[in-house]
């Protein structure tokens, strides 16, 4: 049998309707504009553990282009040119393996706030939250407190050895080839993600994991990126920063994802010339936040699986 | 020989971990937004059934396990080894010795069909059916009359298994019985 169906309830998809609805309120009670921006384009990520797909033939002239990871660059161009407050509800596609948790295709809530804070912008995840969620307040935890209090190690100081011997302590595996990075985001998921409470947020990451967070000392006078995860039901439900606005520094980390690329044998994917000369002409000091909305949905109707509230997953798309 | 990369793995794949055949029993993606993918799996050890965790990163590969799951008679025991035949009219028989068929020691009865796991055409393990009929060798006399209520006995079946049994049931009674639980379901025969 072919399998046309859909795999969501038709209460899933009215809970969906609903949500997105809730969503749109709530930004327009605090004046950020909804906008829309490509889904395809001729720049991509060059993050090392994202994959964009491929698209041939974007232009007239036969350039090919890149379904959007997130539709972060396109945002950040309309916040340099001074749109103000603006958020997107959109899809976003990875190539990746679909699992419980993910589909190649998927809605993103995405927002900037000019201004803001990251705590500021935590402030208003967490209201969002507790709107759609009926939810009380939501802890918040820095990266080192996690991981002192479940594996008395420093993830800031903690030395490459030690590191790996705590990891291979932990989790029966094998470690050649896994930098600091991969190991702290093992023990995060093994030992610490399943002891979180049903939801927190989780801030002052690590250096190396910045992405496109700015970089700052914390109150002990130690580096950390100015950048935070939400969780939510056992799951990465948002992904916030205190977003980077030096294009020299933009430049900097886009060259050493090129370079990584290259010694892991992925595609090289060129700098976003057009996102980097936004920076150059000045985006505004704001913080941004990018939030699952099918797994929000997830959350809120107590679903094990990204299937039961997609209308069409990607194997019956 | 033959390997398997982690997006080709799910549940009931047989692989060769640390020497040993496994099957996969759970295999879960965990792709963090800004980070590596890795996947957790859950085996079974085929050959002294312990459960355990390993995590992979997305790509690694683990060799394939020569493991085939066949129906085969069962035909007799020289008191080492056991000896079953293969159902597809090839009449190729194998051996298996005392630990293989651990799990279905006390419900062997010649000329029923098990389910044999084959480890490069050894046999590792011996399932029995779920329901198996099989003689009573031993029991206390039946009482007359009582059919159905009252209590039960301990009977010897031909197999070596100890069921209870109610009271009605005699020498020479052929039972049903689950392997699962051992119970006692039905006298199918006098």
């Known amino acids: 049998m072919v399998d046309w169906q859909s795999t969501a309830t038709f209460n899933t998809l009215q809970a969906r309707a609903s949500l997105l609805q809730v969503i749109r309120q709530f930004f327009a009670e605090r004046g950020v504009m909804e906008v829309e921006t490509p889904s395809l384009s001729l720049g991509t990520v060059t993050d090392v553990h994202l994959a964009s ?42 190539r990746e393996e679909t699992s419980r948790q993910h589909n190649p295709e998927f809605t993103m809530l ?148 090129q370079a990584r690329r290259k010694e892991l044998g992925l595609p090289s994917i060129a700098a976003d010339q057009r996102l980097l000369a936004a920076l150059e002409d000045g985006l505004p000091d704001c913080s941004g936040v990018a939030l699952g909305v099918d797994r929000l949905l997830m959350v809120k109707l107590g679903l094990n699986s990204i299937e039961e509230v997609l209308s069409f997953p990607g194997d019956r798309a | 020989m033959a390997s398997y990369s982690t997006n080709e793995f799910k549940s009931g794949l047989k692989v060769l971990v640390e020497g040993d055949p496994c099957s996969i029993m759970e295999n879960e993606v965990v792709k963090p937004g800004k980070g590596q993918a890795f996947n957790r799996v859950k085996f079974r050890n085929l050959l002294n059934g312990r459960v355990w965790e390993r995590t992979f990163k997305s790509g690694e590969s683990i060799d394939a396990a020569d493991v085939m799951e066949c129906d085969m008679e069962y035909l007799y025991t020289d008191g080492e080894f056991w000896h079953f035949m293969k159902t597809d009219g090839s009449f190729e028989q194998v051996a298996a010795d005392a630990n293989a068929i651990s799990a279905s020691k006390d419900w062997l009865k010649e000329q029923d069909v098990y389910q044999v796991v084959l480890w490069n055409e050894a046999p590792i393990s011996v399932s029995p059916p779920n329901f198996v009929e099989i003689e009573v060798v031993q029991t206390d006399p039946g009482v007359k009359g009582d059919t159905a209520q009252g209590g039960t006995k301990p009977a010897t079946l031909a197999s070596g298994a100890v ?28």
Request: charged share 20%; with cysteine; aromatic share 10%.
């Open chain 1, 53 to 94: 797909f491929p698209v041939p033939g974007l232009t007239d002239s036969g350039e090919p282009g890149y379904l959007q990871t997130s539709p972060e660059y396109a945002m950040k161009r309309l916040l340099a040119s001074g749109s103000g407050p603006i958020y997107q509800i959109c899809k976003a596609f990875r």
């Open chain 2, 163 to 190: 069921v209870k049994v109610p009271l009605f049931v005699n020498i020479g009674d052929v039972l049903r019985v689950d392997t699962r639980t051992g119970e006692y379901q039905n006298r199918v025969s006098k």
């Open chain 1, 110 to 257: 995405e927002w900037y706030r000019p201004g803001f804070s990251l705590p500021e912008l935590m402030d208003e995840v967490g209201s969002l939250l507790q709107q759609v969620l009926d939810c009380s307040e939501i802890p918040r935890f820095t990266y080192q407190q996690l991981f002192q209090q479940h594996l008395q190690i420093d993830p800031h100081s903690i030395e490459t050895q030690q590191l790996r011997e705590v990891l291979l302590g932990k989790i029966n595996m094998d470690i050649s080839g896994l930098d600091d990075t991969d190991c702290l985001q093992l023990l995060m998921n093994h030992c610490i993600e399943p002891a979180l409470p049903s939801a927190c947020f989780v801030y002052d990451y690590p250096v190396a994991q910045a992405a496109l967070a700015r970089i700052e000392h914390d109150g002990q006078g130690v580096a950390v990126a100015q950048r935070f995860e939400l969780y939510c039901g056992g799951m990465e439900l948002a992904n916030g920063y205190h977003e980077l606005s030096d294009a020299e520094e933009q430049r900097r980390r886009f060259a050493k994802d």
